[in-house]
């Protein structure tokens, strides 16, 4: 584990601060989750994603669709893309999302292009596709998203659908 090299007291009710500059470097916002590790006398702090539960069903889950329809298929939590299949797998997986597909997660509305367009998926990386991305909606918060991404204009209702369907599959998955 690396040092930072900042010490922080903790408060009579037990706090401490986490310095502005990690939370910024690794995205963690106002009113986000931490999950507490211990061993031995070490504390660990890591973001908790809702997601975590369903590494393997989304694994599985883009791969079908990818070998089905062919194309691209991701699946994100808050920060990064943590399931995908197609040739773009190894360059996106497990990269931090761009503050384009942020703004798509806030927004909760599901975003398509039919024709290629440029899309920024991680920060300064631009693509030339069409796709049609849809947000993951658990009980009222969006905590990650679909993309289907095709290097051809051909996203059409099909993967719309498809992007749909999964997306409120796990939604609704994770809240029970």
């Known amino acids: ?25 690794l995205r963690i916002r106002d009113g986000e989750s931490l999950e507490i590790f211990v061993d031995r006398e070490m504390i660990a702090l890591k973001k908790f994603s809702k997601m975590t539960d369903m590494d393997e069903v989304s694994k599985q889950m883009v791969d079908i669709i990818n070998g089905v329809i062919q194309k691209n298929v991701f699946i994100t939590d808050r920060d990064k893309f943590i399931a995908g299949s197609g040739n773009l797998r190894k360059k996106y997986l497990n990269k931090n999302i761009s503050k384009f597909l942020e703004n798509i997660m806030r927004d909760r509305k599901t975003v398509i292009e039919n024709s290629k367009h440029e899309i920024e998926l991680i920060d300064l990386d631009v693509e030339e596709l069409s796709y ?11 905590i990650g998203l679909v993309l289907v991404l095709s290097d051809k204009s051909d ?10 369907v999964v997306s409120q599959f796990l939604g609704k998955h994770i809240e029970e």
């Open 132 to 142: 049609v991305i849809s947000p993951i909606i658990m009980n009222g918060d969006a």
């Open 155 to 164: 996203i059409g209702q099909i993967e719309e659908k498809l992007s749909s």
């Open 1 to 25: 584990m690396k040092s930072t090299g900042v010490v922080r007291r903790v408060d009579d009710l037990g706090r401490i601060v986490i310095p502005k500059e990690i939370r910024r470097t």
